[in-house]
């Protein structure tokens, strides 16, 4: 099972909430997954179709929860992929259709009693908090999709049309989050790309396991990462001192050939010749076999000095030629 399954399936095992909960979760359910069939005569079927068998499930309860009526569950074959089942949860009943798709605040009656349909979330599906977060759940439940963590971090929600998703946008917003939408194949997707806000959106929703195991790779990745840049940095000094090393050891053997080191104060050609003799020593070892001893600083200046006398004599090497 995919982690975005296993997602789907703890969220549509919390309970269904109290009644204004459970029409915010209806109500998200018809836009994300509800089509609206027109009968005539003012009449209107309902039907909700998902790939998931415990999202149809819950859709099920919901609207048998809430009014008292017995969908109708019809399982078709995906046509277009050929493997997945299509769950259709069918309420066929007019009256109850039209109640419901009222109730969700999707249609509403204007001043000359013409039927019409609400775009967006409508403010009074989600005043309390508990509503909010019933809705944005539904929301993923019927058109969202989250990538297993050990891969990489993205959430997504997937809507019909633009009015609809920046109408989502500012619903997640009210919970400090911001999902950036893009158009994809005709359809308008909310998503996450950082971790913390999909750990963030996680909680919101109610899915406190699928948080747990998020987080805990989230760790994970975050030392691997951090032992990485560790041992990344500590190889780039080690290879910027072994360069060093050659340089500084390439430089006194010029020096040694084309003047001789006798020729360097006593403090040059002391760290010269312990440079020569220790090639693998490190700046504060060979500080530290000097008499009196001297820090990093202090033999960095004596070698930059012979790196100098060096590079001088090359120049006078190639204006006598």
């Given at each position: 099972?995919?982690?975005?399954?296993?997602?789907?399936?703890?969220?549509?095992?919390?309970?269904?909430?109290?009644?204004?909960?459970?029409?915010?979760?209806?109500?998200?359910?018809v836009?994300?997954?509800?089509?609206?069939?027109?009968?005539?005569?003012?009449?209107?079927?309902?039907?909700?179709?998902?790939?998931?068998?415990?999202?149809?499930?819950?859709?099920?309860?919901?609207?048998?929860?809430?009014?008292?009526?017995?969908?109708?569950?019809?399982?078709?074959?995906?046509?277009?992929l050929?493997?997945?089942?299509?769950?259709?949860?069918?309420?066929?009943?007019?009256t109850?259709?039209?109640?419901?798709?009222?109730?969700?605040?999707?249609?509403?009656?204007?001043?000359?009693?013409n039927?019409n349909?609400?775009?967006?979330?409508?403010?009074?599906?989600?005043?309390?908090?508990?509503?909010?977060?019933?809705?944005?759940?539904?929301?993923?439940?019927g058109?969202?999709?989250?990538?297993?963590?050990?891969?990489?971090?993205?959430?997504?929600?997937?809507?019909?049309?633009?009015?609809?998703?920046?109408?989502?946008?500012?619903?997640?917003?009210?919970?400090?989050?911001?999902?950036?939408?893009v158009?994809?194949?005709?359809?308008?997707?909310?998503?996450?790309?950082?971790?913390?806000?999909?750990?963030?959106?996680?909680?919101?929703?109610?899915?406190?396991?699928?948080l747990?195991?998020?987080?805990?790779?989230?760790?994970?990745k975050?030392?691997?990462?951090?032992?990485?840049?560790?041992?990344?940095?500590?190889?780039?000094?080690?290879?910027?001192?072994?360069?060093?090393?050659?340089?500084?050891?390439?430089?006194?053997?010029?020096?040694?050939?084309?003047?001789?080191?006798?020729?360097?104060?006593?403090q040059?050609?002391?760290?010269?010749?312990?440079?020569?003799?220790?090639?693998?020593?490190?700046?504060k070892?060979?500080?530290?076999?000097?008499v009196?001893?001297?820090?990093?600083?202090?033999?960095n200046?004596?070698?930059?000095?012979?790196?100098?006398?060096?590079?001088?004599?090359?120049?006078?090497g190639?204006?006598?030629?």
């Amino acid at each position: 099972m995919s982690f975005s399954s296993t997602v789907k399936s703890e969220l549509c095992s919390i309970p269904l909430g109290q009644s204004c909960c459970i029409m915010a979760e209806l109500a998200a359910f018809v836009h994300i997954n509800g089509t609206m069939v027109f009968l005539g005569n003012n009449e209107v079927g309902l039907y909700f179709s998902t790939e998931s068998a415990p999202v149809a499930r819950r859709i099920f309860k919901l609207v048998k929860g809430r009014y008292k009526v017995q969908p109708e569950l019809l399982i078709r074959k995906n046509q277009r992929l050929k493997k997945n089942n299509v769950y259709i949860v069918a309420v066929l009943s007019p009256t109850e259709a039209r109640m419901l798709l009222e109730d969700a605040h999707v249609l509403y009656k204007d001043e000359m009693d013409n039927t019409n349909i609400y775009e967006g979330i409508h403010p009074m599906l989600v005043e309390k908090e508990c509503c909010r977060r019933a809705y944005l759940r539904a929301t993923f439940l019927g058109g969202g999709y989250i990538s297993a963590p050990e891969k990489n971090y993205h959430l997504e929600i997937v809507t019909h049309d633009l009015q609809y998703a920046q109408a989502l946008s500012g619903l997640i917003a009210r919970f400090d989050l911001h999902a950036k939408i893009v158009e994809r194949k005709g359809n308008h997707v909310l998503y996450f790309k950082e971790g913390e806000n999909i750990a963030n959106f996680l909680n919101i929703i109610g899915a406190h396991q699928a948080l747990l195991e998020l987080e805990n790779i989230r760790a994970c990745k975050d030392m691997r990462n951090n032992i990485n840049r560790i041992v990344n940095c500590e190889t780039a000094n080690l290879g910027k001192t072994v360069n060093a090393a050659i340089r500084q050891i390439e430089n006194i053997e010029y020096i040694r050939q084309s003047i001789g080191l006798n020729r360097l104060s006593p403090q040059l050609r002391e760290i010269a010749e312990l440079r020569l003799k220790y090639r693998d020593a490190s700046l504060k070892e060979l500080g530290s076999m000097l008499v009196p001893p001297i820090g990093k600083s202090g033999v960095n200046h004596r070698l930059r000095k012979l790196d100098e006398i060096a590079e001088a004599l090359r120049e006078k090497g190639k204006g006598e030629m």
